[in-house]
């Protein structure tokens, strides 16, 4: 028989029962058989996982998150999109921005006033006074000073409506700032005498730390000092709410005008000695 009878006689079968194709080992779109998402003709060519680089079950949605939700690429495993913190959590963390410490304290039940507040060594004074700060973290709440507790705190006592009050916060503001950025953790936190609440606005553009408001039930200002005395002076309480440092503005001995060298020199030492002591 001629070569041509048998090419012919070999095509038999294809005719009878078709020839095999490419689709058994793997069809024209460019998957491997048994492409894992069930979806054999989408031409993603993926393997588990849809190819989009998640391991959640929605092909080509990209977002790499993991989570059932397409197109949120926030980067997280929470189911709130678009926060984008990367921390997995479900909050957006905004209160990182506020001042202070983030949480209150009551009064303690076994609380004694100190005799005397002004001597290094006593406690600090014990009374609960609403915060006005409005970027302090605790800004409308009513808390004691034990709040300020596990971090040396400076305690001062102002007078909204008193100018050299004013300027002295401000530069207390500039001094918890460059303390900050030196990388010290510490609490700042302003009194403000009773009869002046409608002045409160003198002291909140003028400082970012805590303000709170003296009232004549509570006397904050009477049970840290003599009330019509006192103003600008400045408490320095260790990590246990101990005095280390007491400043007299008044008496000016030492000077802690932070108007003048010598003055914030004597204030931010005194920091320094409570932080590294």
């Excluded at 300020?148 to 916060?169: N, P």
């Excluded at 009330?227 to 246990?240: C, K």
């Amino acid at each position: 028989m001629s070569k041509l009878f048998y090419a012919a006689l070999a095509c038999v079968p294809c005719l009878l029962s078709g020839c095999p194709s490419s689709e058994l080992r793997g069809d024209t779109d460019g998957e491997t058989l048994g492409d894992r998402d069930g979806n054999t003709a989408d031409g993603e060519g993926e393997t588990l996982g849809g190819g989009d680089g998640d391991s959640d079950p929605d092909p080509g949605d990209g977002d790499g998150d993991g989570d059932p939700n397409p197109g949120e690429g926030e980067g997280d495993t929470d189911p709130d999109p678009g926060e984008g913190e990367g921390d997995g959590d479900t909050d957006t963390d905004t209160d990182t921005d506020c001042t202070g410490p983030n949480g209150t304290q009551p009064l303690p039940p076994d609380y004694v006033q100190p005799d005397s507040p002004t001597v290094p060594g006593s406690t600090w004074a014990y009374f609960e006074l609403e915060d006005f700060q409005p970027q302090s973290c605790n800004f409308g709440e009513t808390y004691s000073l034990e709040t300020f507790k596990g971090q040396v705190t400076l305690l001062t006592l102002m007078r909204a409506s008193c100018e050299i009050c004013q300027g002295t916060l401000e530069k207390l503001e500039e001094m918890h700032t460059q303390l900050s950025l030196e990388g010290y953790e510490l609490w700042f936190v302003a009194l403000n005498q009773d009869g002046y609440a409608d002045w409160q606005q003198e002291f909140i553009d003028r400082a970012s730390f805590p303000l709170i408001q003296d009232t004549a039930q509570a006397n904050a200002w009477g049970l840290l000092n003599e009330v019509g005395l006192g103003t600008d002076d400045i408490y320095i309480y260790d990590a246990s709410g101990t005095l280390r440092s007491y400043f007299n503005y008044a008496d000016a001995n030492p000077n802690i005008d932070l108007n003048t060298q010598d003055g914030w020199d004597t204030v931010y030492s005194a920091l320094i000695a409570a932080l590294e002591g």
